[in-house]
């Protein structure tokens, strides 16, 4: 078996395992959560709680096994949030499939973004993304992480007069969350290594030193293997009824449309696209067999590369710790959204630096780009955003007498796209 080194060319990524595995516990931090709120929603559709559990953690870590070793990119996969609303709460309660179909329609939308992933489409589509809007999609989803961040900290709340306004900066998750933003900050500047987890360490400490109580990080419910056995393999393919197929579309559409986006905007090695991109594929079908919504490329993704994740390695070890997520929910209730949002605002602020290379003096390329980067926090929604920014591209260059610029392939996407949006009507 190969040294990890050299599986994962950690000399020729300037990086080192000791970084690596830092950065793989940071971002680990940031999605546990993320486990425990899966299952809750992926139960609503009628799942057992334990077996949606179960599901959740086995293709977490399968999903970033697959990314880490095949790709050998830090990219972390879990299920989606906002694709597992759609499946329970759209698909199962509003279109009247049952769990079972719903897993069915994952398994064949995963496929279908497999296909596009091992063919020349994954490139064709990755070709035909501007270079303004791939900057503008990383500062976009840079920008949402921060608004989650400041969320989660407690900095900002919710207004009746201006939707957002400014949080109780005198209550205690604020003053956590000022306190570990400082210290990554200035951790980070030292360039001091591991300084987002001991950012987020040292705040966790500082929240317990001073009142803080731990939060549940499950419903309570232990992960049954009786219950998942049950779940396993149960997928149904109603392939007679419209609504199965017209459910596979719409999320066929949102996996892989959103993880293109996503991907774009998080790898710096645009060479590692496609085998992560067949990852998160593969993943995604195997995650209606297992039980559960569709996994995609973790947001928050981004935080294990900001803390100098280059390799694969850093997404296996989060997967690892994904395993091992089960006997450990219990604690990790002691880490609090105070010392989670930390780590999210300093990443925004390092993915906001794309728009510099964004060409604003154009404005058939300034104008769809800010589109983007703005509508994405502002819509709380990534394809939502990339949506709105790619028409925008298409319609002002045809406008301005320059479609030549665009590649067809690019107006395809739009439409697609546009019918998106049209869903929402």
Not at 53 to 75: E, K, M, R
Not at 96 to 118: D, F, I, P, Y
Not at 219 to 248: C, H, M, N, Q
Not at 357 to 383: K, M, Q, W, Y
């Amino acid at each position: 078996m190969k040294h990890p080194k050299r599986l994962f060319a950690i000399r020729e990524h300037s990086t080192s395992v000791k970084r690596e595995c830092l950065a793989g516990l940071t971002v680990y931090f940031t999605t546990v959560y993320i486990i425990a709120i899966n299952s809750r929603m992926i139960a609503d559709s009628g799942i057992p709680p334990g077996a949606a559990l179960l599901a959740t953690v086995l293709v977490s870590f399968l999903g970033s096994l697959l990314t880490g070793l095949w790709a050998n990119a830090p990219i972390i996969l879990i299920p989606g949030m906002g694709i597992n609303a759609l499946f329970s709460y759209t698909f199962v309660q509003e279109m009247g499939l049952s769990w079972q179909a719903a897993l069915g329609v994952v398994v064949v939308s995963g496929a279908v973004s497999l296909l596009a992933a091992s063919t020349k489409l994954a490139d064709l589509i990755a070709d035909a993304i501007p270079e303004s809007l791939k900057k503008s999609i990383t500062a976009g989803i840079g920008m949402l992480i921060t608004f989650i961040g400041l969320q989660k900290g407690g900095l900002i709340t919710s207004s009746d007069q201006t939707v957002v306004g400014i949080g109780d900066l005198g209550r205690s998750e604020a003053l956590w969350t000022l306190f570990g933003l400082a210290l990554i900050v200035i951790l980070h500047a030292k360039k001091v290594p591991g300084s987002f987890l001991a950012g987020m360490l040292a705040t966790t400490a500082l929240a317990i030193g001073t009142g803080h109580q731990p939060e549940t990080a499950s419903d309570g419910s232990p992960f049954s293997l009786k219950e998942w056995l049950s779940v396993f393999g149960a997928a149904d393919f109603e392939i007679g009824r419209i609504t199965f197929w017209g459910a596979t579309l719409i999320l066929s559409m949102v996996v892989i449309l959103e993880n293109v986006g996503l991907l774009q905007g998080l790898l710096e090695d645009k060479r590692k696209f496609r085998p992560s991109f067949q990852a998160v594929s593969l993943t995604a079908s195997l995650s209606g067999l297992a039980g559960t919504s569709p996994t995609v490329c973790s947001l928050e993704s981004a935080a294990g590369i900001a803390a100098g994740g280059r390799t694969g390695l850093t997404a296996v070890v989060t997967g690892i710790l994904y395993l091992a997520t089960i006997p450990l929910l219990p604690w990790i209730g002691w880490i609090p959204d105070s010392a989670v949002a930390a780590v999210l605002i300093t990443v925004g602020g390092l993915m906001i630096r794309e728009v510099q290379s964004i060409p604003f003096s154009d404005l058939t390329e300034g104008i769809p780009a800010f589109i983007t980067l703005s509508f994405i926090p502002f819509t709380f929604s990534i394809p939502d955003g990339i949506a709105f920014g790619f028409i925008a591209h298409a319609l002002f260059k045809t406008a301005a007498g320059r479609r030549k610029e665009v590649r067809p392939a690019f107006f395809v996407i739009s439409a697609l796209f546009l019918f998106q949006l049209a869903l929402h009507a």
